[in-house]
C-alpha cells in the first residue's frame, strides 16, 4: 500500500495501489460521494457511456468518477487477469483518471457463485459531487482478497493458498479485515465511521463473524454478504467498506 495523493481537480485523495485499482479514496473538504447502483449489471462498455451520460447529466466531469463494482462471469487466471485489466483502465485513461502510471479510482471485482453476467459488468459506481453542507465525510474501500498486493503473483503469497478448511478461512478473514483497517486508516478514518461492510465468498462465516467482525466494530451498519467468489482464481474470500450518506439505484 502506497501513499495517499490527493487529486486535487477531482475532489478527492486515494491511496496508491497497483496500477489496476487505488486502496482506496475518500472526498476532500467541500465534496462528497455519492454512489450509484445499476439494477441489474450493466456490460462494461455500455456502462461506461451510462456512467458518463449520468455525469454529464448533473454538469459533473469524468474525474469525478472515483470507485466502482465490478461483476465478472467467472475468477480469472493471473494473466487473464492483467488482460482484463488494460482494458478497463484504458478507459480510464481516455476519461483523463488513469495518469503516469497512477490509478486513483477505488475498486471491487467480484464473480457471482450463481447466475453470473456473460461477460464483465458493472455493479455500482460511486463519483465524487461538490458537498452542499457540512456533513460526515465520506469515503470507499476498495475490496482486497487474502493477499498483500504489489508484490508479484498472487498464488505466492496468498494466505494459505487453497486451503478451505473453517480454520483457514478465519485466517484468510483476519487478515482481509485488517487490510481493511489499514486502508481506512491511510485514509483517515476507521470502522466508526463506515456505513456499509461488504464481504464476497462462498464459503461459511459464520463461526467467526461475533468475534471477528462485530466485537472490532465491523458491522455497525450491518453486513452484506455476495455469494461470489473474488476475480483471482488463488482468493477465496474478499472484503471492501465504504461511508457514503447518498445511495441511490438506477
Given at each position: 500500500?502506497?501513499?495517499?495523493?490527493?487529486?486535487?481537480?477531482?475532489?478527492?485523495?486515494?491511496v496508491e495501489g497497483v496500477f489496476q485499482?487505488?486502496?482506496?479514496?475518500?472526498?476532500?473538504?467541500?465534496?462528497?460521494?455519492?454512489?450509484?447502483?445499476?439494477?441489474?449489471?450493466?456490460?462494461?462498455?455500455?456502462?461506461?457511456?451510462?456512467?458518463?451520460?449520468?455525469?454529464?447529466?448533473?454538469?459533473?466531469?469524468?474525474?469525478?468518477?472515483?470507485?466502482?463494482?465490478?461483476?465478472?462471469?467467472?475468477?480469472?487466471?493471473?494473466?487473464?487477469?492483467?488482460?482484463?485489466?488494460?482494458?478497463?483502465?484504458?478507459?480510464?485513461?481516455?476519461?483523463?483518471?488513469?495518469?503516469?502510471?497512477?490509478?486513483?479510482?477505488?475498486?471491487?471485482?467480484?464473480?457471482?457463485?450463481?447466475?453470473?453476467?456473460?461477460?464483465?459488468?458493472?455493479?455500482?459506481?460511486?463519483?465524487?459531487?461538490?458537498?452542499?453542507?457540512?456533513?460526515?465525510?465520506?469515503?470507499?474501500?476498495?475490496?482486497?482478497?487474502?493477499?498483500?498486493?504489489?508484490?508479484?503473483?498472487?498464488?505466492?503469497?496468498?494466505?494459505?493458498?487453497?486451503?478451505?478448511?473453517?480454520?483457514?478461512?478465519?485466517?484468510?478473514?483476519?487478515?482481509?479485515?485488517?487490510?481493511?483497517?489499514?486502508?481506512?486508516?491511510?485514509?483517515?478514518?476507521?470502522?466508526?465511521?463506515?456505513?456499509?461492510?461488504?464481504?464476497y465468498t462462498v464459503y461459511d462465516v459464520?463461526?467467526?463473524?461475533?468475534?471477528?467482525?462485530?466485537?472490532?466494530?465491523?458491522?455497525?451498519?450491518?453486513?452484506?454478504?455476495?455469494?461470489?467468489?473474488?476475480?483471482?482464481?488463488?482468493?477465496?474470500?474478499?472484503?471492501?467498506?465504504?461511508?457514503?450518506?447518498?445511495?441511490?439505484?438506477?
Amino acid at each position: 500500500m502506497g501513499q495517499t495523493i490527493v487529486f486535487s481537480e477531482a475532489g478527492y485523495r486515494y491511496v496508491e495501489g497497483v496500477f489496476q485499482y487505488s486502496a482506496g479514496v475518500a472526498a476532500e473538504q467541500g465534496f462528497e460521494i455519492e454512489r450509484v447502483r445499476f439494477h441489474a449489471p450493466v456490460p462494461l462498455a455500455e456502462g461506461f457511456e451510462r456512467i458518463e451520460a449520468y455525469l454529464r447529466a448533473l454538469n459533473l466531469p469524468l474525474n469525478a468518477f472515483c470507485a466502482c463494482e465490478l461483476r465478472s462471469p467467472a475468477p480469472f487466471t493471473e494473466s487473464g487477469f492483467e488482460a482484463f485489466n488494460r482494458i478497463y483502465v484504458g478507459t480510464l485513461e481516455k476519461w483523463g483518471i488513469f495518469r503516469d502510471g497512477r490509478n486513483p479510482v477505488a475498486r471491487s471485482n467480484v464473480c457471482p457463485e450463481l447466475d453470473p453476467p456473460s461477460v464483465p459488468s458493472f455493479y455500482a459506481f460511486s463519483h465524487v459531487v461538490p458537498a452542499t453542507d457540512r456533513g460526515r465525510p465520506t469515503f470507499v474501500v476498495a475490496g482486497s482478497g487474502e493477499c498483500p498486493e504489489g508484490l508479484g503473483g498472487y498464488a505466492e503469497h496468498a494466505i494459505r493458498l487453497g486451503d478451505r478448511s473453517p480454520d483457514a478461512i478465519h485466517e484468510k478473514a483476519r487478515w482481509v479485515l485488517g487490510e481493511m483497517e489499514r486502508r481506512m486508516a491511510a485514509l483517515g478514518f476507521t470502522w466508526s465511521d463506515a456505513t456499509s461492510s461488504q464481504l464476497y465468498t462462498v464459503y461459511d462465516v459464520h463461526p467467526f463473524v461475533g468475534d471477528e467482525m462485530v466485537r472490532r466494530g465491523a458491522m455497525r451498519g450491518g453486513l452484506t454478504w455476495h455469494f461470489v467468489r473474488p476475480p483471482i482464481d488463488a482468493l477465496d474470500y474478499e472484503m471492501d467498506v465504504r461511508g457514503i450518506r447518498v445511495e441511490r439505484v438506477i
